[in-house]
């Protein structure tokens, strides 16, 4: 069977994360906002679309 290695990265990504939490859907989602919030985070905002390409900005405090 073929494995794309994209995916399997994002389920041991998303399986650490949840492990991290002791797989409590509250905790991971007061993270992943929490993340949401920083500087750096770059978001891709899919209604301001410029020549055809998605916007990226940083998140609005």
Do not use: F
Not at 5 to 27: G, P
Not at 45 to 56: E, S, V
């Amino acid at each position: 069977m073929y494995q794309d290695e994209i995916i399997s990265e994002v389920w041991r990504n998303r399986e650490a994360l949840a492990k991290r939490h002791n797989h409590d859907l509250h905790a991971i989602v007061v993270e992943m906002q929490r993340r949401q919030q920083t500087p750096l985070s770059k978001l891709a905002d899919r209604r301001r679309q410029t020549n055809g390409r998605l916007a990226i900005r940083s998140p609005e405090r």
